[in-house]
C-alpha cells in the first residue's frame, strides 16, 4: 500500500502512522491463529516475538486506541481480536464491489482471505459481453455501466480495480460518482481521486524488491 | 510483506527497519516517474512531499546508505534511481519462478511491473499435465518435478508461490532444497523456512483493512 497520504487519527485526536495501523493487521493475524491454537490469553511480548517486534513496539501501538491489558493476566485473545477490528473497521459489513474479471480479478474473487476478515465481495463488473450474466465463485458479474445502480442497492463502499492500467482511471471515476469511499488500485498507475476518497495502491514489485533487499543485504553482511 | 523478522544491515552495520526498506520503494518509483516526465533533479522536500513524508525523513531514510545528494543542485533522479536499485539489489538480474499457474499465477505472469523493475519471471511450474509443456505470455510451464533441474540450469535465487494453501509448505520445500534465497508467497498460510531464506507473505485481505481503516477513521474525524 502506497498511496493514502493522509495519516488517519486516533480516537484521542493524534494522528496514527501509517506503520502503526499496518502492524495492527499483523497483531490480528496472530491473534487469530493463537485462537485457533486455542489459546487464551497472550502478552505483548509472546505477540511481539511472534513478529520480530519488541514488547514495547505492541504496547506502544496499541496504547494509540485505548488499554487493552489485565493485570495479572496479559490480553484476552478474543477480546483483543475485537478490539483491533473495532479499530480497523473490520468488525462491520463490508459489502466490497471489483471491476475486471481477468485472471486477477478471479483470482481476487477467490481468495479466501477477504471473507475471514469481514469483507465480502458482492458484485463485479466487466465491460465484456462475453461474462455479463454469468457468475465467478457465486458473485455475480454485471456491465460496468450497471456500476452505479448495483453500488447504490448493495451499499458498497469499498471497490477493487483490476483491470488494464489504461483503463483504470476511468473505473475509479465511476466508483467514486456512484458514492464508493475507498478504493484498492491493482493496476499499475496512479489514481487522482478527490481527497474525500481513500486509496491503497497495491504494488506487486514491490514485494519482490524487498525480498531481493532481504537476499542482498543477507549476503553482504554474512 | 510481513514474514521476514530478520532486519537487514545497512553497509554501516546498522540495522535497517523494514519501513525504511519500503519507503526506499516507494522513493524508487517517484524519481521513475520525475525521469519519465522529464525532471532530472529533485529534493527531499519534492520526494517527501509526492509522497506525504517529512523531507526530514526522506533525509534520514537514504542515510542509512550513503551521502546521494549535491550542494546547490539536490539529488540527480537518475543517479539516485542507480543508487536505490543498487541498495535494493534490483540493479542485477532476478531470474524468477512462479510455482502455480491458476489464475493468480496466470495475472503474476502478465503482471508488466516486475519487468519494469528488472524481475524477469524466466519458469513457471505446475502439477497440471494439461498445462506442462505451455507457456504463458512466453514463459514455459514445466512439471513441478523438474523444479531443481530447471532452478539450478537458470540459476533462479527467487521464487513466488501462487498455489493453494494446502500446497504451499510442499511448495516452498521443493524451492529451497534447490537452493533458492528468497520467496514471495501468495498463499494464505505461514510457511515454515530455514532462516537462511528470506521471506514476504503477501496477505491481501490487509490491503481491505488499510483502506477500511482510512475510511472508519476519516468518517469519525471528520
Redesign the interface.
Known sequence: ??D????????S?EA?P??V??R???Y??ELQ?LIRDGQETTSSSQLGQM??FSDAQVRKDLAYFGHFGHPGIGYRCDELVQAVRR????DRD?P?AIVGT???G???L?????G??G?RIVAAFDVDAGKVGGSIVGVPIYDIERLPEVVDQQRI??G?IAVP?PAAQGVADKLVAAGV????NFA?V?LVLPT?V???G????????????????????G
Do not use: C
Open positions: 500500500m502506497n493514502d497520504k493522509n495519516k488517519s487519527m486516533a480516537p485526536g496514527v501509517k506503520a495501523v499496518s495492527l493487521s499483523l490480528l493475524r491463529r513478529l520480530g479499530i480497523l473497521g473490520t463490508w466490497v481477468g485472471n486477477l478471479t483470482a481476487l477467490g481468495y479466501k482471505g477477504f475471514h476478515q469483507f463502499k469499498l477493487i492500467g469511499e475507498g478504493i484498492v499499475p496512479t474525500s481513500s486509496q491503497i497495491v504494488d506487486l514489485a514491490i514485494e519482490l524488491e524487498q525480498l531481493s533487499f532481504a537476499v542482498v543485504s543477507r549476503g553482504e553482511s
